[in-house]
């Protein structure tokens, strides 16, 4: 069975940095990508950002030059380095990793950004 479990959130003030790391296993095919969303209270599940088996990444205009996705080697653990962060970062950030075009979800790890 195909985990997906993220790690790395907390508490931080507004500028302070964190990084996230998800890792996925258990899967029998060769992963298509990984990505990162998150969701405030209230709102909806949105992008922050994505990388491919092939390493191209995307992101959402509101991270774009202050978050970074990277992965390791093997392409099933993906990180987020956040950097100046903003309260309006606070949400669940969940991970998510595609195998044989089938998604797959992680819990969520809880990032507030708060003075």
């Known amino acids: 069975q195909v985990q997906v479990v993220e790690s790395g959130g907390g508490l931080v003030q507004p500028g302070g940095s964190l990084r996230l790391s998800c890792a996925a296993s258990?899967?029998?095919?060769?992963?298509?990508?990984m990505g990162w969303y998150r969701q405030a209270p209230g709102k909806q599940r949105e992008l922050v950002a994505t990388?491919?088996?092939?390493?191209?990444?995307n992101y959402a205009d509101s991270v774009k030059g202050r978050f970074t996705i990277s992965r390791d080697n093997a392409k099933t653990t993906v990180y987020l380095q956040m950097n100046n962060l903003k309260p309006e970062d606070t949400a669940v950030y969940y991970c998510n990793a595609i195998f044989a075009w089938r998604t797959y979800w992680g819990q969520g790890t809880q990032v507030t950004v708060s003075s």
């Open positions: 990388i491919t088996s092939g390493g191209s990444t």
């Open positions: 258990g899967s029998k095919f060769s992963i298509n990508g």
